[in-house]
């Protein structure tokens, strides 16, 4: 019998990823716009952002499912991060893990041109 999943929540914790990675994305690419984020808030966000992450992973395909639906209605970096970030071989992988460089040519060759 499957496990059900809390669509609200999981469906959060996809939002929340998706926007925490942003914000830590712009901070590597523009350190001096936020002087307070220093290495604890940074360490911090990472460890949110690999939490949110890890909600949305433990929903197995129905996570997958929320999160193709976020991106499909806000086809942009953070939802393709997400999305990314759960087949098969990204799973067991943290945010301080990625090649952060191959992550944004990634989004970069996959996100629609408009976004």
Aim: contains cysteine.
């Amino acid at each position: 019998m499957p496990v059900p999943i809390l669509e609200d929540i999981v469906r959060q914790h996809a939002e929340e990823a998706a926007h925490l990675w942003c914000v830590y994305d712009f901070h590597l690419l523009n350190p001096d716009d936020n002087p307070d984020m220093d290495e604890e808030r940074l360490s911090r966000l990472i460890e949110r952002l690999d939490a949110h992450l890890d909600g949305v992973r433990v929903a197995g395909e129905g996570g997958v499912t929320i999160a193709q639906e976020r991106y499909d209605d806000f086809p942009e970096a953070g939802e393709l991060f997400v999305l990314r970030m759960l087949q098969p071989g990204a799973r067991h992988l943290t945010v301080r893990d990625l090649d952060l460089d191959a992550v944004r040519r990634y989004l970069a060759a996959h996100l629609p041109a408009d976004a």
